[in-house]
Each structure stands twice: as C-alpha cells, then as structure tokens.
C-alpha cells in the first residue's frame, strides 16, 4: 500500500509540473504578441487623467466679472471670439504659454529621460482633420516612436467641439 501511495503522489506532481509549464508557455507567447510595440498610438489612463486635470487647470487670465478662466474655457475663448485678458494678454497667448508651462514642468525630455517626445495641440472640430486653435506644442524628436500613447479630451466651445490631444513617446 505504501509503494502505491508514493507511485500516485509522484503521477499527481508530474500533472501538477506539466500544466505549469504548459501555463507558463502559453504566459509567455500571450506576452510577446500583446506586448509588441507598434507604430500606432495607445491610449493611456494616465495620460487621461492628466489631459483631464491640465484642462481644468485655472489660467492666470482673468475676466472682469467671470474670474479666473480654466484652460477648457480659455480655449473657448480663444478659439471662439478671440480678445484679451484683463492683464492685456491674448487669450490664445495666454492659453499657449500656459499649456508650456504645464507640459515642460510635467515631461522632462532629455537623453537621458524615459520621454523621447511630446506633443499637444488644441483642435477645433473632430478628426485629424480639424483646425489648430493655438500652434502644435512640440518638445523632442517626433520622427520615429515605437512607444506612443495618445489622449484626446473634448472642451465644448460655442462653435462645435475643440479637443485637447497630447501625445506622448516613451523610449
């Protein structure tokens, strides 16, 4: 009875190391396909959530009886009518050199950084088709990127729809 105890437990953890090896190859193969790096762009929580906070950021561009404006509304204001602050700024200047500020503090793009690029544009319209309402934010090398993440949030203007898109690569 002993021997045939011992000669279960040894087929038992044959089982038990041939599923694990099937486990860990079949681990290994899902890994290599799904994290490939490709040409297009991925989308990120992250960078959401980020795209998120900087167009809820409070600008230094205050508007008699309105306040201080956000860069959602700010971009509104600048894509939908144009103008100036109260401090005589255009609220396009205003909203561009706000936007460097947050990015350039955020994103270190150096050798030796992890970020090889960035890039952020405010777009009236929907699409890769629509028009810059400020100049494309660009720090780095953008020819070629095999790590690129994507994030596009929508800012409602009286004119449509305008979208902050970031696009970030990462070495």
């Given at each position: 009875?002993?021997?045939?105890?011992?000669?279960?437990m040894?087929?038992?953890?044959l089982?038990?190391?041939?599923?694990a090896?099937i486990g860990l190859?079949l681990?290994g193969?899902?890994l290599?396909?799904?994290?490939?790096?490709?040409q297009?762009a991925r989308q990120s929580?992250?960078?959401?959530?980020?795209t998120k906070s900087?167009?809820?950021?409070t600008?230094e561009?205050e508007?008699?009886g309105?306040?201080?404006?956000t860069v959602?509304?700010?971009?509104g204001d600048?894509?939908d009518?144009?103008?100036n602050?109260?401090?005589?700024f255009?609220?396009?200047?205003?909203l561009s050199?706000?936007?460097?500020?947050i990015l350039n503090?955020?994103y270190?793009?150096?050798?030796?950084?992890n970020i090889?690029?960035?890039?952020a544009q405010?777009?009236?319209g929907?699409g890769?088709?629509?028009?810059d309402?400020i100049?494309p934010?660009i720090n780095?090398n953008t020819?070629?990127?095999?790590?690129?993440?994507?994030?596009?949030?929508?800012?409602?203007?009286?004119?449509?729809?305008?979208?902050?898109?970031?696009e970030?690569?990462?070495r």
């Amino acid at each position: 009875m002993n021997k045939k105890a011992q000669e279960e437990m040894v087929g038992f953890a044959l089982i038990i190391v041939l599923v694990a090896v099937i486990g860990l190859v079949l681990l290994g193969i899902i890994l290599r396909t799904s994290g490939g790096r490709s040409q297009e762009a991925r989308q990120s929580s992250e960078l959401d959530s980020f795209t998120k906070s900087v167009a809820s950021y409070t600008t230094e561009c205050e508007i008699s009886g309105r306040g201080f404006r956000t860069v959602s509304e700010l971009t509104g204001d600048c894509a939908d009518k144009g103008g100036n602050c109260d401090n005589e700024f255009a609220f396009c200047e205003v909203l561009s050199s706000t936007l460097k500020g947050i990015l350039n503090t955020t994103y270190n793009v150096a050798n030796s950084s992890n970020i090889k690029y960035y890039k952020a544009q405010i777009v009236k319209g929907s699409g890769n088709s629509g028009q810059d309402i400020i100049q494309p934010i660009i720090n780095g090398n953008t020819e070629t990127c095999n790590n690129k993440f994507l994030s596009d949030y929508f800012v409602s203007i009286s004119s449509g729809l305008a979208s902050l898109r970031l696009e970030v690569c990462y070495r």
